[in-house]
């Protein structure tokens, strides 16, 4: 049959084609070696790698990438790197792979790498742990149930890699260099002492849909990562219908009239470089409403932008006082807004508890992407 017509796809030495040939056989890929001097394979030359001609596309795509289907013996371990950085941590639900998909689309477009992190919960240890006769008994119990846990988590994590790989293989998401992190811990914790270890330039996260938000909105991870990490936060929640950074069209920025607004407009633009998209500014009120200066200020942060970030074009609308969140919601449908941000000043522990940030309240009801720069 024409399908099976075999066709030569490198020209090697003996070593580097048959290392080609078995990475290609490890994605699904079947190859043979022609030209092989059977007398002495290991000094021959030019050896051909030849497969199915049917299954060239997805062999070109592993070749060109290599580096990303190759067997990475440090997998797991933080590499040191001049490539930016965007870390997704992940629980491998259906959410934690769209998050992923956009981060490989911002990856891509930043030239960075990913590093996948995912961190679980040893549930021996919230035990409680005498000094007794047992205490040796009860340190080994809680490590082999944290062996057992690991062990899961890389088989588990080796089932997700080997999803986006078959993905860019099928051309579904771009080629991007990644690994991965797996470790013990609680998971918001793990994630600020990695972005601390690592200073990725961004960090790309899933959340559940505004419907199913509420329900663990206390203690979720996302809203602590939020109050404590010193990069940006985008979060991704599994409702959402984009899966790319060009199918942002407009972008509610909500401004404190702050010098911190314009670094986060900077950010914004960075991580949207060259991509058309409106941008309204939106100022929350007083308990009085606007005045004139806080109209006179928005004005003149519309005027800044429109001379400093030509991509973008910009406009500004109100919140009226009173029910902010209904006024939100009003906002983003008359906008036809696809993705909120906003500067997030860091606050003490008890001013969080009682007075909940307007990004908290944001990451409870929007259903769209949601982009944090702490300031």
Known sequence: MEEDRLITVAI????????????????????VLHNVNLSTPVVSSGVRVRIKEADLPQALRIIENSEIFAIDKDCGKAKESNEPLILVPVDFSDYSMKATVMAFDVAYRHKARIMLLHSFIN??????????????????????????????????MDLFESQLRQRIKNGEIPPVKFSNLITEGVPED????TSKELSPTLIVMG??????????????????????????????????ALERMTDVSHVLFFSNLEQEDLLAIEAIYRLFVNTPIEVTIV???????????????????????????????????ELAVGDIDADYRRLAREHKVNMVALA??????????????????????????MLVIPV
């Open 190 to 193: 793990v994630i600020n002492e």
């Open 12 to 31: 090697h030495t003996y070593d580097h084609a048959v290392a080609l040939k078995n990475m290609l056989e490890r994605e699904g890929v079947a190859a």
């Open 207 to 240: 959340t559940r849909g505004a419907d199913r938000k509420e329900e663990e909105l206390i203690g979720s991870v996302t809203a602590e990562v939020l109050d404590s990490c010193k990069s940006p936060v985008f979060s991704i929640p599994e409702n959402i």
């Open 123 to 156: 549930p021996a240890l919230s035990k409680r742990v005498q000094l007794t006769d047992s205490f040796s008994f009860e340190l080994a119990e809680t490590q082999e149930v944290g062996n057992a846990l690991m062990r899961a988590a890389r088989v588990t």
């Open 283 to 317: 100022h929350i009120p007083g308990k009085k409403g606007l005045s004139a200066n806080d109209r006179r200020a928005i004005d003149s942060l519309v005027d800044y932008c429109h001379k400093h970030y030509p991509s973008f074009t910009f406009n500004s609308d």
């Open 344 to 369: 997030n000043k860091k606050r003490n522990a008890f001013f969080r508890f009682f007075n909940p940030s307007l990004a908290h309240r944001l990451l409870l009801q929007a259903d769209v992407p």
